[in-house]
């Protein structure tokens, strides 16, 4: 049975997966035609659209969505992939002023201590925001990347749903992310992007 618009807010403001799944169902492909058609890569696309849904995951008991879902998740989607262009654009611009002896220097690479360093501490970040997820969350992202296991074996395991294991790899990822945003920029240096 399809839920209405205000019934799947309703369900999401109160935690129900599976009404955000539903809401997840309906509008993904159609948002991700959005966003590619604004960013110009499929890729980023999927991970803006994924990012809109994480976030309004995060937000879910103060959303307060006054026009229709559908139009305040393209509204969303507007934007964030704006702010993708935006960033992108800063990001390249302060790497295309960088030296060869820059990008040596912050290289991440057994040679350069620095490049140890933002390794070390990035690792640390991230280990404590994985600490952080709520337990589930945490339990499919470990067993996801650290063990190696796939969507559906973990699903099988912990005898939920492949949907929902997704749902919580982009909450977990979008989270991390989050932690890490403050040396995102300090990656795309060290990898060239």
């Known amino acids: 049975?399809?839920?209405?618009?205000?019934?799947?807010?309703?369900?999401?403001?109160?935690?129900?997966?599976?009404a955000f799944?539903?809401?997840?169902?309906?509008?993904?492909?159609?948002?991700?035609?959005?966003?590619?058609?604004?960013?110009?890569?499929?890729?980023?696309?999927?991970?803006?659209?994924?990012?809109?849904?994480?976030?309004?995951?995060?937000?879910?008991?103060?959303?307060?969505?006054?026009t229709s879902i559908k139009g305040?998740?393209?509204?969303?989607?507007?934007?964030?992939?704006?702010?993708y262009l935006e960033r992108f654009r800063l990001i390249h611009k302060l790497?295309?002023?960088?030296?060869?002896?820059?990008?040596?220097?912050?290289a991440w690479d057994s040679d350069y201590p620095l490049g140890q360093l933002y390794e070390k501490e990035i690792m640390n970040i991230l280990d404590q925001g994985i600490s952080t997820l709520p337990d589930g969350c945490r339990e499919i992202f470990i067993l996801s990347r650290n063990e190696g296991m796939k969507y559906s074996?973990?699903?099988?395991?912990?005898?939920?749903s492949v949907n929902t294991v997704k749902t919580q790899m982009k909450i977990a990822l979008a989270r991390l992310r989050e932690n890490l945003k403050d040396y995102l920029m300090i990656l795309f240096i060290i990898m060239g992007i």
């Open 21 to 66: 799944e539903e809401l997840y169902r309906q509008y993904y492909i159609f948002l991700c035609l959005i966003a590619e058609h604004i960013v110009r890569n499929h890729s980023d696309a999927e991970e803006i659209v994924s990012d809109v849904f994480v976030r309004l995951w995060n937000i879910r008991e103060k959303i307060d969505i006054t």
């Open 95 to 106: 790497t295309d002023t960088l030296s060869n002896s820059d990008y040596e220097l912050l």
């Open 153 to 160: 074996a973990i699903a099988g395991k912990l005898g939920i």
């Open 1 to 18: 049975m399809e839920l209405s618009n205000q019934q799947l807010i309703n369900g999401i403001q109160k935690g129900d997966i599976a």
């Open 72 to 83: 305040y998740l393209i509204k969303a989607v507007h934007n964030t992939s704006f702010n």
